[in-house]
């Protein structure tokens, strides 16, 4: 069974730029969390998906947002991208009620 | 609000030495408690939740609802044991969003 997968694996982009990051669940799962993982501050909760809805959001500007495809895959988009975007995103699938799985993240770097 | 707190950001023992990661938490409601560890050049991974009381990797935690804790410990550190490790809680039964501690990371020395 494939694990969750995440793309791109590394993304570059300048200041003022949008950022497309991508996350395929685990076949069933159909919950997608986006956390950001920014050098000395730990997990942050980005975003909850489920059943093609958003469930909560964390405490990050509209600049943030996302989707969710019928077929579980999520998209994490970033407008404007400032310097303290560059983190590593991580995106984690469960099925209800039990733990999560996490992907290997987007090293996002913004110059 | 809901918070957990790792005290400390890095704890380093020898081969053989008992280890105890520490973890508080706050929260209102009934949570459910996890500890995510992550070796390095891997992935984030589940190590273990209080619901299931088991031990994995010689680790064990247990809930301390009265002093809102959820410490891990294993008797007998090995090397192996190196990586970052999360504590993490969310409400029971309910899925939803995981509030994750700042990590703690564990150096095990030969």
């Known amino acids: 069974e494939a694990g969750v997968t995440q793309s791109p694996t590394h993304l570059i982009k300048t200041r003022g730029q949008q950022a497309t990051l991508r996350c395929s669940p685990i076949s069933g799962h159909t919950s997608v969390y986006w956390y950001q993982q920014a050098l000395g501050l730990g997990l942050q909760f980005l975003l909850w998906?489920?059943?093609?809805?958003?469930?909560n959001r964390g405490n990050f500007p509209p600049r943030f947002s996302g989707r969710q495809f019928p077929n579980y895959s999520s998209e994490l988009n970033v407008n404007a991208l400032e310097l303290e975007d560059s983190a590593l995103y991580l995106c984690?699938?469960?099925?209800?009620?039990?733990?999560?799985?996490f992907g290997s993240g987007t090293r996002l770097t913004v110059v | 609000a809901q918070r957990v707190t790792q005290p400390e950001k890095l704890l380093s023992v020898f081969k053989g030495a008992p280890v105890e990661l520490k973890c508080n938490y706050s929260y209102s409601g009934s949570p459910e408690l996890f500890w995510y560890v992550q070796y390095s050049r891997q992935r984030l991974q589940l190590l273990l939740r209080?619901?299931s009381r088991e031990s994995i990797k010689g680790f064990t935690a247990d809930l301390n609802k009265g002093e809102t804790s959820f410490h891990l410990k294993k008797p007998f550190a090995q090397e192996e044991d190196s990586a970052m490790y999360y504590c993490a809680l969310s409400r029971v039964n309910q899925g939803g969003k995981l509030i994750f501690g700042q990590g703690t990371e564990l150096s095990v020395k030969p």
């Open positions: 984690a699938s469960s099925l209800a009620r039990s733990g999560y799985t």
């Open positions: 998906y489920d059943e093609g809805e958003e469930r």
């Open positions: 209080h619901i």
